[in-house]
């Protein structure tokens, strides 16, 4: 009179010897993640250096904490020679309270790190710094290594 719906039809019959031939794979196959995380290892292995400011600097040690911050802060650097960078490119004294001015995003309140290497006469130094306050920036900091424990 009716049909079945059940599972007592060819087709369902199938359907079910299939299933226990196989069984459940309960595992993951971890190739896939392994091969990416290789590849992004490369790359930030690779980009790393990169990101690190183009101005060799010997920069003395201290035992200060790290600054906490959100913001990237402009980085002024002063060489061995006593040549002053902006980020990575060259400036005169005279030239740098213009160019700070040109790219501060947030005017005088704009943070700026101070890198003197170690061998630069500490006048020089000073001599940066004291432009810096001369034009109004009041947020400036020294960056320095952390102190090695042989000393």
């Known amino acids: ?16 010897r299939r299933r226990a031939g196989r069984g459940v794979m309960s595992e993951m196959n971890m190739t896939p993640f392994i091969d ?18 183009g101005v060799p600097v010997d920069l003395p040690e ?8 959100q913001v990237k802060p402009i980085t002024v650097s002063i060489d061995g020679q006593g040549r002053i960078f902006i980020q990575d490119a060259e400036f005169s004294l005279d030239d740098l ?5 040109a790219i501060a995003k947030n005017g005088i309140d704009e943070r700026i790190l101070v890198r003197g290497d170690r061998t ?11 432009r810096l306050n ?11 290594l952390p102190e090695t424990a042989s000393r």
Not at 1 to 12: P, T
Not at 136 to 144: E, H, T
């Open 1 to 16: 009179m009716g049909m079945s719906v059940g599972g007592s039809g060819a087709a369902g019959g199938r359907r079910g």
């Open 36 to 53: 990416v995380m290789l590849v992004l290892l490369i790359i930030f292995m690779v980009a790393a250096p990169m990101m690190t400011v």
């Open 62 to 69: 201290t035992r200060a904490k790290a600054m906490e911050g």
């Open 97 to 101: 309270v213009p160019k700070l001015e």
């Open 120 to 130: 630069t006469d500490y006048g020089s130094i000073l001599k940066v710094m004291g």
């Open 134 to 144: 001369d034009a109004g920036y009041k947020k400036i900091g020294l960056v320095s």
